[in-house]
């Protein structure tokens, strides 16, 4: 099976200009997970879809993130205005189904490449 | 607060040679543990995923250990190969925080021949 798809895999922008990322899970897969690495740091959450669902958006750092997942396929992370702070690795990552969490629950998560951004 | 600290940061070792790597969590309430390989450029690639009921888990020449009650866990790399040069990350997810998972800043593995 295709893996996750993320585009572009680099972009450069000015401080105040938008960036538009996107993601293309693997087909089937319900949960679609969004993570940015900054440079020096750990990777950390952003949010999670389910379908077209966010079902967990605690990790967006501000209203300057829009995460939209139409029709719960692909999904599109823009970030308006970009701000010096938002530079580094967005990972996108998708996984099958839908787990009411649990004691034993685990889900295997497919990791896309990333998107790398920098804002100069 | 929840945290996953790895160490070393680094680690360069010769080909063929064994080789532990450490994590230390302290996410609560604890759900699994999983490692990842992380090539230079690539997304993290999963290797183990551990419950609080498993000590051990194996993947080829990849061994993860976890105690839940010390909240520690190892990731020993048997014969090592060129390929294994990577970064390994520990990943900690908490009772039901599907996608909400704690990252390590991972240990980067270099592989001499």
């Known amino acids: 099976e295709a893996g996750v798809t993320q585009f572009p895999s680099h972009s450069v922008i000015e401080k105040g200009q938008t960036v538009t990322l996107r993601c293309d899970p693997i087909s089937g897969h319900d949960n679609l997970y969004w993570y940015r690495r900054v440079m020096g740091k750990e990777i950390k959450f952003l949010l999670h879809?389910?379908?077209?669902?966010?079902?967990?958006e605690s990790g967006m750092p501000n209203n300057r993130f829009l995460a939209e997942r139409t029709g719960g396929t692909y999904s599109t992370l823009k970030v308006q205005p970009a701000e010096l702070e938002d530079s580094g690795v967005y990972f996108c990552a998708s996984s099958r189904y839908h787990r009411q969490g649990g004691v034993s629950g685990a889900n295997v998560l497919t990791f896309g490449a990333g998107s790398r951004l920098t804002v100069l | 607060k929840n945290q996953v600290e790895q160490s070393p940061q680094s680690l360069i070792i010769l080909e063929g040679k064994n080789c532990t790597l450490q994590?230390?969590?302290?996410?609560?309430?604890?759900?699994?543990l999983r490692w990842y390989k992380q090539d230079t450029g690539r997304g993290p690639v999963s290797l183990t995923i551990?419950?609080?009921?498993?000590n051990t888990k194996s993947n080829g020449r990849y061994t993860a250990t976890l105690d839940a009650d010390t909240k520690q866990s190892s990731l020993h790399i048997t014969a090592s190969q060129l390929s294994d040069s990577a970064s390994y990350i520990c990943?900690?997810?908490?009772?039901?925080?599907?996608?909400?998972?704690?990252f390590g800043k991972g240990t980067k593995l270099s592989v001499k021949p």
């Open positions: 551990m419950t609080f009921s498993e």
């Open positions: 879809f389910v379908k077209e669902s966010k079902q967990d």
């Open positions: 994590c230390n969590y302290t996410v609560s309430p604890f759900s699994n």
């Open positions: 990943v900690v997810s908490g009772l039901g925080s599907q996608g909400n998972l704690i």
